[in-house]
């Protein structure tokens, strides 16, 4: 490869560098995508819920033939405590539609798809690659190394090679992540007949749900859980900050079998199989980590670029919006022929005039207010699910004597003052 040159080089072929290599071959330019795996997608851990509105940006109509599980007519939120749970959700049939608002995936089937369709578009897919330094010349960054010792050269290279970004690292751009600043995630695929999960959350046909937990489950520590529903399968796990694990000695392994064990959870996955377990790291730290994300000759995207808004789950449409965004920023720069960090920071115009860097901002502080305050993740699931019990029951005693305990619980727990405060802090830092 020592001779070659193009136009881009992409590393890294997820969500974020297909859409990138995609968007860039489809306006001309010579674009090689590089991809460490066998194929791409064969590195890939992730149980996803894929956006439409972001995919139909890059490839029109992509339902007409992309590897979809299910179509999500509803979302729920569980806040759970050891032996409860308050459910809180939406669910729609105007969002069983043609294209849904999003849909559960297998991301290695998706990604070789995605990978395939950037092929078609004129991509050279070089799968097998392990790219580890950056090549530069006068300055600027014109070509990548990769571990065999091979050459590639291009005007501007898109690093989308995840969240431990070994070119981000060595362009300067950042530095390696504090481990408040990632989280450890663990997955669990569960093979479960179809008939089986359309029964027990109430779908039809090809609808699905997802379900995302807070509480008791996490015990203290900064994150969540989620169980998402495929065809013939349950993608089931959680993820919480890498501190937190270290702090606490907790292993992410017994985390997960007992939330396993849940009542609101054991019956759901009852008879199922383990087909695949899984852990990997997930960018945390969002927009207070963000790193420069261009330099002379390079840009940055998705992981990478700790690209995610944890709030409300969303990862890989950032990714995809933030590659095509990138992948125009290259075609323009090649029009006038500059790759400079003074062309290049189009880019950044791009994510803070589109809902990236704005979601991103809005929710840059959630949080850092959650770890100063960590009764949000213990007292808070309980005092609501208290409350829902007292509300509920039925034992003879007249409802007020009901409201009364829900009042003296709140008091001796936390108390309506300091209930206020906590929410006005959370408000404030949500925009």
């Known amino acids: 490869m020592a001779d070659d040159k193009f136009d881009s080089i992409v590393v890294g072929a997820g969500p974020a560098g297909v859409s990138a290599a995609i968007t860039m071959a489809r306006a001309g330019l010579n674009v090689a995508l590089l991809e460490r795996g066998e194929y791409a997608g064969a590195k890939n851990v992730q149980g996803a819920v894929l956006y439409s509105k972001m995919l139909a940006d890059v490839v029109p109509e992509f339902w007409k033939d992309c590897p979809l599980e299910r179509a999500i007519v509803e979302e729920r939120v569980w806040v759970l405590t050891q032996t409860s749970g308050i459910n809180i959700g939406y669910k729609s049939a105007d969002y069983d539609a043609v294209p849904a608002n999003c849909y559960t995936i297998i991301r290695v089937a998706f990604d070789r798809w995605f990978s395939k369709k950037a092929e078609e578009a004129g991509v050279t897919l070089l799968t097998g690659v392990t790219v580890s330094d950056l090549i530069k010349k006068n300055g600027s960054i014109v070509g990548v190394k990769s571990t065999e010792g091979d050459e590639l050269l291009a005007d501007v290279i898109i690093a989308c090679d995840g969240v431990n970004s070994i070119l981000a690292q060595k362009a300067g751009l950042h530095r390696e992540w504090k481990a408040s600043e990632v989280a450890l995630g663990v997955k669990e695929i569960l093979a479960l007949p179809r008939e089986k999960i359309e029964d ?34 349950l993608a089931l796990g959680l993820g919480c900050a890498l501190d937190d694990f270290q702090r606490t000695n907790i ?5 997960l079998e007992e939330l396993k064990r849940h009542p609101l959870i054991r019956r759901l996955i009852a008879g199922s199989k383990s087909v695949e377990y899984s852990a990997h790291l997930i960018p945390e730290g969002g927009y207070n980590s963000m790193p420069p994300l261009y330099t002379d000759g390079m840009l940055l995207a998705g992981d990478a670029a700790q690209m995610i808004n944890p709030t409300h789950r969303e990862g890989s449409n950032l990714a995809m919006s933030a590659g095509r965004f990138a992948g125009e920023t290259v075609v323009e720069a ?9 062309t290049l920071s189009l880019y950044r115009k791009k994510l803070e005039d589109s809902f990236i860097l704005k979601d991103m901002e809005d929710h840059k502080d959630i ?36 409201q009364r305990r829900i009042i003296r619980s709140i008091r001796k727990q936390r108390g309506f003052f300091q209930m206020f405060k906590d929410a006005l802090s959370l408000r404030h830092a949500i925009g």
């Open 367 to 402: 949080e850092d207010k959650v770890r100063q305050n960590r009764d949000i993740l213990t007292v808070y699931p309980k005092l609501a699910c208290d409350a829902a019990h007292e509300y509920f029951l039925v034992d003879g005693l007249p409802k007020r004597d009901h």
């Open 200 to 233: 027990r959350f109430n779908l039809e046909g090809d609808q699905g749900s997802t379900t995302e937990m807070v509480g008791d489950i996490t015990k203290g520590m900064l994150g969540y859980a989620f169980l998402y529903t495929n065809k013939e399968t």
């Open 334 to 342: 090649k029009k006038r022929n500059n790759f400079s960090s003074r």
């Open 251 to 255: 292993k992410p392994y017994d985390l």
